[in-house]
Structures are given as C-alpha cells and as structure tokens.
C-alpha cells in the first residue's frame, strides 16, 4: 500500500517558486491499478517521481507500506526503490546494452549470480512475448516491443508495485492496446500494483480500477473510475472529459 | 627509381627510428592522459549543477584547471614545467622528456573530451539506473561510460591526433621522434627530401589512426543496426 499525506513539491529559488504539487493525499491499494490523470504540466510526472524518491518532496510523507520513504537512507532508499519497478514514456532502454543485459540491469546492481540472472531475465522476455529478441538490441525494435523489453527490465526484481509514467503515449492505438494488456496480465496474474500516469481518458478507462484526477498540482478528484468518469464533481474532470461547464 | 632506393639506404633507419619513437611518445601520452584525463571529466560532470553530486566549488575548480591546461600554448608549457618533467622522469630529454608534458598538455583536453562524451548520455537513463537502485559509482561506470563508449573511442582517436601534434613540436627541444628529424635534417641541413618523407609519414600514421578510431566506434556502436 502506498500513502501519500500532504505532500508538496515546489521547485526553484525564493523568488522564482513554482508548486509543482500542492498538499497531495493518495491512498493507492495493494492490487490497484490507480491511474493519475492530468494535463500536460499539471504535476503528474512529478508526482509519481516522489513515489520513489526520484523527486524529494519539499513537504509530506511518502509511506510505502507504512514506511515514510522519505525518512531513509541513501541504501535504504535504493533497497526500497529495488521492490517499485518503473517504465518510461521513452522506454529508457539501454542502446549499448542487448535486450537480455536490459533485463538483467537491474540484478546486476545488486551483483546477482550471473546464470540465475539469466535464466531469471529471460524467463520475463518470455513473459512479454521477446524471448527471441534476447540478443537483439533497442535500435533494432518497434516502439512497442522495447516497451516490452522495459516491462521486463522493471519486472525482474520482482516488485510489487510497478510505477508507469505516461507508457504508451508514444505508441500507436494499436500497440497501447497490446501494451495495456500485457500491464493488466501482470496485475491480475503477478499481483502487482500499477500506479499509471496518463493524459489519456480512454487509457485511464480501459485499465484502471480508480482514477485521481490533477490540476494544476492539486487532486481536484479521485475515487472509482466509473464513478469519476460518470459523475465528475469538479470543474476540471468535466473539462477533461469532454462535459464543459 | 635510384635516387629512391638510395634515399631510403641513407635515411630509412632514421626515419623508421623517427617513427617509432613518435609512435611511442605519442601512445604512452595518450594512455597517462587518458589515466588522469577520465576521473577529470568524470568529476566535472558527476559535481556539474545538473550532475549525480552537485558541487558548486569543485565544480568551477575543476573547469579553471581544465580551463588554464588548455588554455596555455604547448610550446611554452614545454619549456615552463622543464623542473617538474626532471622531478618525474629525471630527465627533459629525449622521449621520456617529452611524455610529461605531452601528458599534462593533454590530460585536460581530455577531461572536457570525457566530459562531452558523458554529457551526451540521455538523462533519462540515468534516470531509469537511479529508479533500479544504482548507486553513483553504478550509474557513472554501467551508465554514463558504458552508453558513450563509442564516442570515447573517437576522442581517444582525437586526442591521440592531437598529441601526435604536439610530439612533433617537442622535436624542437630535443625530444626524438619525427618531429626531431624534420627540424635537423629538413630545416637546419636544408634537406627538403628528408622534411617531405616526415610529412608524407605523419600524414599516413594520422590517416590510419583516424580511420581505425573511426571504425572501432562504428562496430562498437550498437544504435547501428
């Protein structure tokens, strides 16, 4: 379960603040896929950084199973960050690396035995359908099969919670489809928890159980994703939804 | 075709000695450059306002250091840190005379080498590492290095082209090498055929360095596909 209470996050000087994220409160379910929906610039990507500590929150706590991640050390915090997996808008993949040593990336920080990494890696590549691509490399994939290979690479600690920040927004229909499938096999059949971000109502829609709606930096809604996309109360969600006024 | 042969009877032994020695000079220079020119560009990215340890004062240091090292003509820092190449090597002759300020020429052109290469990298991966749990030694070796490997390998192949530059200038006071035998032979004996058979050497050695750089970074590149 993660908690997050009144976090804040404000960027630059004295003079030139900007609040990123004011006095944020989230509670996100063991077996959730919570989808965090906004626009451009209303916080999201800095929001599900602070779930890991990519960004320090400037105010609030961050409890990851009633531990305040923002409480620990820099090794405690990298343990910590081992059990949230996160894939990328871009994929973040690797270029010099093959996809077999993309998956293995992360065991290899941790100086895991070398064969079981391995066998542990590709045992995930045949999980998301790329068990012949193992000695391939990005460049030579589709937008959708590095996905994949990232999915892998956030999978092969086992976590339990999976971070997704807008994933498939540079894919194609058809493709965040497949995407999204694969995302919901992992939650139902591995139990992990998807925190997605997305500026995509048909995204948040089609996978996520509960959505929380950002605005400029605050929470404007959350709750049941039936609920919020048949009866928004805020201004925001309505305007996102096509429903002005 | 006889004035060839006898040319080569005459001044063969010298030039290939020339040769090797630039060869030398210049590989050893290049290698002790790199040795203290890496953790220089590692540090100034890694202390850089935007870097992994953000350091304000180590970081300005670091690039007056590379900054001045750049910044002065090698000629004269030849002749200036004479002292200092005795204290190291004991000597300011010959090829180990010319190594000590070959490398201190050198080392800060190659930080901001390495410096450029690491900055290439995409922050976004430096991201994901961080998002893994890796820590800064982690990120800067299986990250930052790993990803712009092909693009050190075309600054060895630059600096190393460079230093050969220098080299030959370290000819002037002594130092062996090509350089030594065009300056002897070409400009103080009016020898125009033994000037001409330097240049046409180091043109040749320069083209081949290039070449081979060139083609190391390519078959290392795996965005190649």
Sequence with gaps: MIQIEHLSK????????????????????????????GESGAGKSTLVRCMNLLER?????VLVDGVDATQLSDSQLRTLRRSIGMIFQNFSLFQQRSVLSNVMFPLELVRADAKQSEARARELLELVGLADKANAYPAQLSGGQQQRVAIARALVNKPRVMLCDEATSALDTITTRQILDLLKDINRELGVTIILITHSLVVARYICNRVAVIDAGQIVEQGDTATVFDNPTSDVARALLGLEG | MEAIS?????????LAGGTWDTIVMTGL???????????????????SPDGLRPNRAVHTILGWIVNIGRSIPFIILLVAIIPFTRLIVGTSLGVPGAIVPLVVSAAPFVGRMVEQSLLEVDASLVEAAESFGANMWQI??????????????????????AVFGYSAM????????LGDIAIRYGYQRYQGDVMIATIVILVVLVQIVQSLGDLAAHKLDKRNR
Excluded: C, W
């Design chain 1, 10 to 37: 404000t960027f630059g000087s004295e003079e030139t603040q900007h609040h990123a994220l004011v006095d944020i409160n989230l509670t996100i379910n063991d077996g959730d896929i919570f989808g965090i929906l």
């Design chain 1, 57 to 61: 929150p400037t105010q609030g706590k």
């Design chain 2, 6 to 14: 006898a040319f080569f009877n005459e001044y063969g032994a010298l």
């Design chain 2, 29 to 47: 220079s290049t290698l002790f450059a790199y040795v203290l020119g890496i953790p220089l560009g590692v540090a100034v990215v890694v202390t």
């Design chain 2, 140 to 161: 800067v070796t299986k990250v930052l290095v790993r990803e712009s490997l092909p693009s050190l390998i075309r600054g060895v192949a630059i600096t190393f082209i």
């Design chain 2, 170 to 177: 370290a000819g002037m006071v002594g130092a062996g090498g």
